[in-house]
């Protein structure tokens, strides 16, 4: 709307004038958006791992969900390598040709096991290309803590080299018990044959 007036035949107009616009399918259109953002938010906000989309362009954070908030704090808008890694260079997912090329189909993920200096946790990584509610090219990210499974990945390592060291040791020791007895079974032998000679020698 705009007020306005203007003078016709000595006489002044004073009116407005009103422009209106049918927004009915773009308004239904930005609730459906809307909804389908909220069902998101709740789906992703039920399972227990860190979940955040990426513009694969600008890296910008385009979602977080409730976990991921949790742990890394609210930083929807901010550079995600920034915001998760505390750093100025792209992680190594960021740094992939495939999606820095743009040559990554959408749906098609991968997965990874990396390390977050922030937090000094194990996450096993699963992100993809898919079609964010702007239409844009985005990274889904989904990471799981998996710092306990690693650690007992390690003491199970570490306890399968004490026990081969163990099995060692035990091997070198029956080399020796099966050395000293052919060394006992010779010694018995020429013990038997000088008894034999000085008894022989005592007849």
């Known amino acids: ?17 009103a422009v209106f616009q049918d ?9 459906a958006v809307n909804r389908s953002y909220d069902t998101f938010q709740r789906v992703t906000d039920s399972i227990n791992a860190i979940i955040y989309v990426v513009d694969a362009e600008t890296y910008q954070i385009e979602f977080m969900n409730s976990k991921a908030v949790e742990v890394f704090g609210q930083n929807v808008g901010n550079i995600c390598y920034r915001a998760f890694l505390k750093s100025d260079e792209k992680c190594e997912t960021c740094q992939l040709d ?4 743009d040559k990554r189909e959408l749906g098609e993920f991968s997965e990874i096991e990396y390390f977050n200096k922030v937090t000094q946790k194990w996450y ?3 992100y993809g290309m898919i079609e964010w509610i702007n239409g844009r090219r985005v990274m889904i990210l989904t990471s799981i803590d998996i710092t306990d499974v ?7 390592k570490e306890q399968n080299k004490k026990f081969e060291e163990t099995l060692k040791t ?3 020791q ?20 000088m ?3 000085i008894a022989h020698d005592l007849r």
């Open 1 to 17: 709307t705009k007020p306005f007036h203007y003078r016709y035949k000595d006489n002044e107009i004073k009116g407005g004038m």
């Open 23 to 31: 927004v009915t399918e773009h308004t239904l259109a930005e609730r």
């Open 98 to 101: 495939s999606i820095v090329e």
């Open 124 to 126: 096993q990584l699963s």
């Open 150 to 156: 690693i650690k007992a990945k390690e003491q199970i």
């Open 170 to 172: 035990l091997r070198e």
């Open 174 to 193: 029956n080399q020796q018990i099966n050395e000293q007895s052919e060394q006992l079974k010779v010694s018995g032998a020429i013990k038997d044959t």
């Open 195 to 197: 008894f034999s000679i």
